[in-house]
């Protein structure tokens, strides 16, 4: 069995005789057909009492029922660009069940002249039709659009987040009853603040009573357009002021994981003291970013999918903010090994329906086309995936982060330790490298030995990869995968992986192992290694810390102020990105942006039942 489809059903964009963006499924209309960025302002922003409310604020989270054509996200984006006294993050979360595909939106959002410098960010940005959580970021990250694909009643129970004013825009009640429903606004209640506002279009009565038996004081206004009246209310109770850690925080392992979390805190204003005991050696290779699918779609592959369009994301925002990235979205081809493997590769296409520019399957001829030369056989082009050349990444990243980020390069850890409120990282002879409140362990299989009691099943597995000088007859522009991969060098040639090797600390560069990787080439692409003698060539050797479950480990440990950031395997730069989103986007107290399933199957406390 290969599950249920991993899509969600796209809107179909019609329009009534008077030219308003209409929903077939529903029988109703977008908006107001006197204009719908007008009835956003009037009924949404005015009716939560915005901007003014959230002058000041270090934060702030709107929670929006209805995406539709995104107007009233773009119309709060809009009113935070023109308000000098913002907030410092404005996190914007909405649940759509049919959100459009790309270029449906763009034509619906094309008369609303003044919001396209918005709305070209907005597309750039959007994701395919894939069910479950998609976080988007823009104007460098402050404002972010958590949003969330799917049923309401499904997604919501979902959300962790801390709501300050709700849009509640769902189609008419009478039409669209299950956006309406006690359920629903149950759910709205949980995440709803004390003092929390709310504002939408009706004022239907069984709406009334369901928001004021969740614990809203609701009451009408004058409405907008051909509505008359419109509701508006606050969540009862008295505000709690959220105690939020002092912005500091110490960072073991200055690998992929650590950088990133590193950059995503200094993003947010902490100060971080980032500690390794050497650099680490990925200059002159690149690495894969691809999603992972599997028959039962297991959680590796339920996680990978929003972990995969975010690292995209995160990874043209640091092109487009001007820093130097080496990557390329020239997709992958994965092989399949064998006729049972295309058979299983072909069901799974079948059944879970991925968007074909996520995934899709192809045969033998197809395959050969794409690669530009003979290949083994049939399997699936993934064809937004990309490869990053590693070195670059940590460049870009820690010109980002900029003076927040302070670097202790050549320094141990050998012990922690508490004292006070702080954690601290001592060297061998017990002097502290650095201390703060907050400490991230993300130094890969050594943090099994800093964090004992936290029971890390972490493994280390060596792994070698071999570099192809160029060469004629090796002429290949995407990268090959399935019995290990083949990618294209930023520089020319090509390089071949992964050596597997458990048990092994050995960083030398090995003719055997080169002779391993020409093999894994030669059965991918025949005649492709030809002429490459393993004595000759050059390689990088490197270790990947491993986990039973192959999730990585995310997210704050047993221990107070603890947190880590491992387990990365042989798929470092699809999770690390969304990773280290998380951790920051929980130690900021923000909403998450994974579903609370999956953020707690990455958590370090699932090893202690």
């Known amino acids: 069995m290969a599950g249920r489809s991993v899509c969600v059903i796209p809107a179909r964009l019609q329009r009534t005789p008077e030219g308003v963006p209409f929903a077939p499924e529903f029988q109703d209309i977008y908006h107001s057909a006197s204009g719908g960025l007008a009835q956003a302002r009037h009924v949404f922003l005015a009716g939560n009492s915005l901007p003014e409310r959230w002058r000041g604020r270090d934060s702030f989270t709107i929670l929006e029922t209805g995406f539709g054509l995104g107007l009233n996200f773009l119309a709060a984006w809009d ?38 410098p918005l709305v070209k960010g907005l597309l750039a940005t959007w994701p395919p039709p894939i069910a479950g959580f998609h976080r988007l970021q823009f104007d460098g990250g402050r404002v972010q659009l958590t949003l969330l694909a799917g049923d309401a009643r499904e997604l919501l129970p979902q959300l962790e987040a801390s709501a300050d004013a709700l849009f509640l825009d769902g189609f008419s009640p009478a039409k669209n009853p299950e956006m309406w429903s006690p359920e629903v606004v149950r759910e709205l209640a949980r995440v709803a603040s004390p003092g929390a506002t709310l504002a939408t279009w009706t004022v239907a009565g069984g709406v009334r009573a369901a928001l004021a038996g969740a614990g809203f004081r609701v009451e009408k206004r004058e409405g907008f357009g051909s509505k008359r009246e419109m509701l508006v209310g606050v969540r009862e109770g008295d505000p709690v002021p959220v105690a939020r850690p002092r912005r500091h925080a110490v960072i073991v392992g200055a690998g992929l994981a650590g950088t990133l979390v590193a950059e995503r805190l200094a993003s947010r204003g902490w100060e971080v003291e980032l500690v390794d005991e050497r650099e680490k050696k990925v200059a002159g290779t690149v690495g894969l970013v691809r999603p992972i699918a599997n028959l039962r779609d297991a959680v590796n592959a339920q996680a990978s999918r929003p972990a995969f369009l975010y690292t995209l994301q995160h990874f043209r925002a640091l092109q487009h903010d001007g820093y130097h990235l080496v990557w390329r979205r020239g997709g992958v081809l994965q092989l399949a090994d064998g006729e049972d493997e295309a058979a299983r590769m072909a069901a799974i296409i079948s059944a879970q329906g991925h968007p074909p520019e996520f995934l899709r399957y192809v045969d033998t001829a197809e395959a050969c086309a794409l690669a530009g030369r003979p290949v083994r056989g049939p399997g699936w082009w993934m064809p937004s995936a990309a490869w990053v050349s590693p070195g670059s990444l940590a460049v870009a990243l820690l010109a980002r982060a900029g003076p927040g980020v302070r670097r202790h390069i050549g320094r141990r850890v050998e012990r922690l330790e508490r004292e006070g409120g702080d954690w601290r990282a001592l060297a061998g002879d017990g002097s502290v490298i650095a201390e703060a409140p907050t400490l991230v362990v993300a130094n890969a299989f050594d943090a099994k030995r800093l964090l004992p009691d936290v029971r890390l099943p972490l493994s280390r597995v060596r792994g070698q990869v071999t570099f192809l000088p160029a060469s004629p007859s090796r002429v290949l522009d995407i990268v090959v995968s399935g019995s290990g991969y083949v990618a294209p060098l930023p520089d020319g040639g090509h390089v071949v992986g992964a050596t597997y090797q458990h048990d092994d600390a050995g ?53 107070p102020g603890v947190w880590t950031a491992t387990g990365l395997g042989s798929r470092g730069l699809l999770w690390a990105p969304l990773g280290a989103e998380l951790i920051a986007s929980r130690l900021e107290g923000e909403p998450s942006p994974l579903p609370r399933d999956l953020a707690g199957a990455l958590s370090p406390k699932r090893f202690l039942s």
Not at 82 to 106: I, T, W, Y
Not at 532 to 538: F, I, Q, T, Y
Request: proline share 9%; hydrophobic share 45%; glycine share 8%.
């Open 79 to 116: 009113a935070l660009r023109n308000d000098p006294q913002g907030p410092a993050r404005l996190h914007f979360v909405s649940v759509e069940r049919h959100p459009f595909v790309a270029g449906d939106l763009a034509e619906a959002l094309a008369p609303f002249e003044e919001l396209q």
């Open 507 to 559: 960083e030398d560069i090995r003719a055997a192992d080169h002779r391993e990787n020409l093999a894994r080439a030669a059965s991918m692409l025949p005649g492709f290694a030809d002429g490459a003698h393993p004595m000759e060539l050059d390689g990088l050797a490197g270790f990947r810390a491993t986990v039973p479950d192959r999730l990585p480990i995310f997210g704050a440990t047993q221990l």
